[in-house]
């Protein structure tokens, strides 16, 4: 009876593996050609930055996983247990961002001062990383803001400088042992009888010590790369460093190169009441709050672009397969059959906000990334929900999480307007969408004589997905819309284990507050920031900082809110 049984599953498992089989068969076929013609563009990339070929494999596994390791480097000695595997994998490496690569590394190489000027979200930074990392060259990137100053640029400077001066002294040491090799080796040939004329000693050791000189200069060069350097009203004094390659005077060596990058000057529409609430804030008439560069800076200045719509589909289908490998293998063969509406939907909300929010707000791939994130945690919550909805469970979280990203951006009539972009039949995707809305805010226990509108209800919905997400939420309205009712509610319902969420959630959330003043400090933001993440350590409760009246802050001469670029990047407790 075993034996039939053994039988009987062996059997199974042959039908289960050739049905996937044919599933995949096609699939590998796409990723392989995939594989061949990324692996083609990165062999162009270290063709120009001129890598080493015993590096090539290390860096490509580094740059996009494992899958281009080739068979024969595929060998125990090897290591792997420090790299960064796959760290670029979600890269769309373009013949666009290929020229872009090589007209920076060759700035870069010939000494010249570089500032990009981009949009953000536009792959400024990803751009540098990349190039970094295929050049195989130390990088040291830095967000700055506007509470970022001199003292913290010196420190980061003097760092580097001490890591140049301590490779020199390392390779000094291996130079010296590389000679005394030499030498014995040369004892050794004397005794054999190895004819070498003296010119053809002198020309050998000549062609050595070249080549010696070039490898190691590349081996210690470093790159700072510092970000947004005109958020900081120290402009003034990024320019030496920028420009002049000198810090308080002091010239810092040639192998330390030093990249830049900016914000644009756009203007905003400002309605009548911001214009008089905002008439001497002269920074918040632009989308960014930034400050003029000097007129030295601006020669350098090297206009990045933003992205083209093309290369926007092109990421969000990349970054939309990807999603794929975090999700449960039961869960790929629908994901399978909805990647091209989900790509297309996501495609479609970030070109309609784009449009209508082209001189009030910003609009970048970092809107997809959280998109799919939520879209992510929302698919794999489909094993623990029992969805009684006749729509699929795929199409209910790409619902949700279209309407936490771009939607609820809207006003009235903008929303209506996407949702018929969205919808197979009119206003379909409001309809299903306030659905969701409806249903979670059941789940709620509501205090007496609170009226449960419909502003409070997307409040709701929108605070507790952000929260247990981890998805960074700045809530903005007038007063008496509610938000500090419904963050009351949500924070009442999600730390006490004595309602319907006692089931969803692991552990009680535990609020952390910073109550902005218009005197407010980077410094102390980051205190409380810090804080929190300690409190993240708690197996017992899910930290979230909270940051009261943040509109205050954003007057402050301190400026305090740009240190969030850094900390929201990706971050690990709620906001």
């Known amino acids: 009876m075993k034996a039939r049984h053994k039988a009987i599953a062996i059997e199974w498992n042959l039908v289960i593996n050739s049905l996937y089989k044919k599933n995949t068969d096609n699939q590998s076929k796409n990723v392989s050609e995939e594989i061949k013609e990324k692996d083609k563009r990165t062999e162009l990339l270290f063709r120009i930055v001129g890598t080493k070929e015993t590096l090539k494999t290390k860096i490509k596994v580094e740059l996009w996983g494992t899958e281009f390791m080739s068979d024969e480097k595929k060998e125990p000695e090897m290591k792997i247990e420090n790299m960064k595997i796959g760290e670029f994998r979600y890269y769309v490496l373009t013949y666009d961002n290929i020229l872009k690569m090589i007209a920076i590394y060759l700035r870069i190489q010939s000494n010249t001062p570089i500032i990009l000027m981009g949009e953000t ?6 751009l540098i990383k990349c190039l970094a990392k295929v050049a195989h060259v130390s990088l040291q990137a830095i967000d700055v803001h506007g509470g970022f100053g001199r003292q913290d640029l010196r420190d980061i400077v003097k760092a580097c400088v001490n890591k140049w001066e301590e490779d020199g002294k390392k390779i000094a040491m291996e130079e010296e042992e590389e000679r005394e090799k030499i030498e014995e080796e040369n004892k050794k040939k004397s005794t054999k009888k190895t004819i070498m004329t003296e010119e053809e000693r002198k020309g050998f050791e000549k062609h050595i010590e070249e080549m010696k000189k070039k490898q190691n ?15 900081s009203p120290d402009i003034g004094w990024l320019n030496e460093l920028v420009c002049n390659h000198t ?3 002091v010239k810092i060596p040639e192998d330390i190169k030093v990249i830049a990058a900016c914000n644009p000057y756009r203007k905003r529409k400002l309605s009548a009441e911001e214009g008089e609430l905002l008439t001497n804030d002269e920074l918040s008439k632009y989308i960014y709050r930034v400050h003029p560069l000097c007129e030295t800076m601006k020669e350098y200045v090297w206009s990045f672009g933003r992205l ?36 297309k939907k996501i495609a479609t909300a970030q070109k309609f906000l784009r449009i209508h929010l082209r001189d ?10 959280r998109c799919l ?15 009684s909805n006749d729509i699929p469970w795929i199409s209910r979280s790409l619902n949700i999480a279209i309407g936490l990203c771009y939607y609820f951006r809207l006003n009235i009539n903008q929303r209506q307007d996407l949702s018929k972009e969205l919808s197979s039949t009119d206003n379909t995707f409001t309809k299903l969408l306030e659905q969701e809305v409806d249903t979670l805010c059941k789940s709620f226990l509501i205090p007496g004589g609170v009226a449960l509108n419909q502003g409070l209800k997307e409040n709701l919905f929108i605070l507790f997905m952000s929260i247990i997400t981890t998805t960074p939420i700045v809530l903005v309205g007038k007063p008496g ?17 004595k309602t319907e969420f006692e089931e ?68 690990k407790i709620s906001f």
């Open 121 to 126: 979200g536009c792959g400024k930074t990803s």
């Open 217 to 231: 200069k590349r081996d210690r060069e470093q790159w700072i790369f510092l970000d947004e350097i005109n958020t």
């Open 247 to 249: 810090l308080d005077g």
């Open 308 to 343: 083209s719509e093309l290369d926007e589909q092109q990421y969000i289908v990349e970054m939309t397969n990807q999603v794929k490998n975090e999700l449960p293998f039961g869960l790929h063969e629908d994901f399978e059959k909805w990647k091209n509406e989900i790509s």
């Open 360 to 369: 009030k707000a910003i609009v970048s791939l970092r809107d997809v990334s």
């Open 373 to 387: 994130k939520i879209f992510e945690w929302l698919m794999k919550q489909c094993f623990k929900l029992k969805n």
């Open 481 to 497: 819309t509610s938000k500090t009712l419904s963050f009351q509610i949500v924070r009442d319902n999600l730390s006490h284990n």
């Open 504 to 571: 969803r959630l692991k552990k009680p959330i535990h609020t952390i507050a910073f109550q902005c003043t218009r005197d407010s400090k980077p410094q102390g933001i980051k205190e409380r920031w810090d804080q929190a993440m300690r409190h993240s350590e708690n197996n017992q409760v899910k930290p979230i900082l909270l940051l009261d009246e943040i509109g205050l802050a954003e007057h402050s001469k301190h400026s305090p809110l740009k240190i969030l670029h850094q900390l929201l990047e990706d971050p």
